[in-house]
């Protein structure tokens, strides 16, 4: 078994064009771990963010860095024999990078907890472009907002990697949603479930929307002030969930100010919840876009195209060739 492996790396953080190939050690299991076979990578914002010095860059304990949290691939290596898990499982799920390599590379050695079989009704790009994604709409909507038949549920940058499977989600356990998206993407977002498609580009979501319930807020302020303005929606009492790192600092004092409960959220990569998303899935309840799908090598036009801030659905790195 060769001990180096090709991967996308980065030497410091700055520019996408800091990312490049190199041979670098493969990991090597240890504990509950699993070593997976990448055979295609999500490509996130906080790959983009951590890569350019923000993000989690503060934990990289050392360069040449791999990043990347989503992969679907096939098992390599298991904790023992009788594992749930075996060889030749087609399995996807996401790491905790940078304390571990990530999965822009050959190999990538996560937890059990954090690994299920692949959707059957999925290929591998398709697959690596759901945990991270998907998790966190889940863990913001379901966990954090308690979705619910009737409630009224406003979700920003709907037609993105996190806000497609927000809208679903949403829809699916009964919330009456309202998206806002670019004019392009609204017949996109209207058939992910959405009731009501505000166009931003055309129309002030707070001059359209009114008393609901939460906020799912996928920008913060970074654009346009857009947590700010959401305030304005919320009914007394009502909720904002704030995902994007570092987007709306003062979120807490302004929504306290106004009567308004707030919250941040961070994902937790767990294969429970994946497996119940799977299951959402291969029954065609939800269901997964990939806007493109670019070779590993091409990692950093990746991360302009996501930079650019008009993905549909997820951009997806080719790390390796479908298993025969």
């Given at each position: 078994m060769a001990e180096t492996m090709q991967a996308l790396v980065i030497?410091?953080?700055?520019e996408a064009d800091e990312l490049h190939l190199a041979e670098?050690?493969?990991p090597t299991r240890v504990s509950d771990e699993v070593v997976v076979r990448v055979v295609a990578a999500g490509v996130n914002p906080i790959d983009a963010k951590t890569r350019a010095g923000r993000g989690v860059a503060a934990a990289i304990g050392s360069y040449p860095a791999v990043?990347?949290?989503d992969f679907a691939g096939v098992v390599e290596a298991v904790p023992y024999?009788?594992?749930p898990l075996q060889p030749g499982d087609r399995v996807y799920g996401m790491g905790r990078v940078p304390r571990l390599g990530g999965s822009y590379a050959e190999f990538i050695a996560v937890s059990s907890l954090s690994v299920a079989p692949m959707p059957a009704s999925l290929g591998f790009a398709e697959a690596a472009a759901v945990p991270l994604a998907a998790l966190t709409a889940w863990g913001a909507v379901?966990?954090?907002?308690?979705?619910?038949?009737g409630q009224r549920m406003l979700?920003?940058?709907a037609s993105g990697g996190v806000g497609h499977f927000a809208v679903q989600l949403a829809a699916y356990f009964g919330a009456e949603v309202t998206a806002t998206c670019s004019a392009r993407n609204v017949d996109f977002v209207r058939s992910?479930?959405?009731r009501h498609v505000i166009d931003y580009t055309s129309e002030r979501f707070e001059q359209v929307a009114s008393e609901q319930d939460v906020v799912i807020d996928l920008i913060g302020n970074v654009a346009d002030d857009t947590g700010t303005r959401s305030l304005d929606v919320l009914r007394p009492h009502g909720l904002v969930v704030n995902v994007p790192t570092g987007s709306w600092p003062t979120m807490a004092d302004e929504a306290a100010a106004r009567g308004i409960r707030a919250t941040g959220y961070s994902v937790s990569p767990d294969a429970r919840t994946l497996a119940v998303i799977t299951r959402l899935i291969d029954d065609g309840s939800v269901r997964v876009h990939v806007d493109r799908e670019l070779p590993l090598a091409e990692g950093a036009e990746a991360h302009r195209l996501l930079e650019g801030g008009h993905v549909r659905g997820k951009v997806v790195l080719r790390v390796g060739?479908?298993?025969a």
């Amino acid at each position: 078994m060769a001990e180096t492996m090709q991967a996308l790396v980065i030497d410091r953080t700055g520019e996408a064009d800091e990312l490049h190939l190199a041979e670098v050690p493969r990991p090597t299991r240890v504990s509950d771990e699993v070593v997976v076979r990448v055979v295609a990578a999500g490509v996130n914002p906080i790959d983009a963010k951590t890569r350019a010095g923000r993000g989690v860059a503060a934990a990289i304990g050392s360069y040449p860095a791999v990043l990347g949290n989503d992969f679907a691939g096939v098992v390599e290596a298991v904790p023992y024999a009788a594992h749930p898990l075996q060889p030749g499982d087609r399995v996807y799920g996401m790491g905790r990078v940078p304390r571990l390599g990530g999965s822009y590379a050959e190999f990538i050695a996560v937890s059990s907890l954090s690994v299920a079989p692949m959707p059957a009704s999925l290929g591998f790009a398709e697959a690596a472009a759901v945990p991270l994604a998907a998790l966190t709409a889940w863990g913001a909507v379901i966990d954090t907002a308690r979705a619910h038949e009737g409630q009224r549920m406003l979700v920003h940058a709907a037609s993105g990697g996190v806000g497609h499977f927000a809208v679903q989600l949403a829809a699916y356990f009964g919330a009456e949603v309202t998206a806002t998206c670019s004019a392009r993407n609204v017949d996109f977002v209207r058939s992910l479930g959405a009731r009501h498609v505000i166009d931003y580009t055309s129309e002030r979501f707070e001059q359209v929307a009114s008393e609901q319930d939460v906020v799912i807020d996928l920008i913060g302020n970074v654009a346009d002030d857009t947590g700010t303005r959401s305030l304005d929606v919320l009914r007394p009492h009502g909720l904002v969930v704030n995902v994007p790192t570092g987007s709306w600092p003062t979120m807490a004092d302004e929504a306290a100010a106004r009567g308004i409960r707030a919250t941040g959220y961070s994902v937790s990569p767990d294969a429970r919840t994946l497996a119940v998303i799977t299951r959402l899935i291969d029954d065609g309840s939800v269901r997964v876009h990939v806007d493109r799908e670019l070779p590993l090598a091409e990692g950093a036009e990746a991360h302009r195209l996501l930079e650019g801030g008009h993905v549909r659905g997820k951009v997806v790195l080719r790390v390796g060739a479908d298993p025969a």
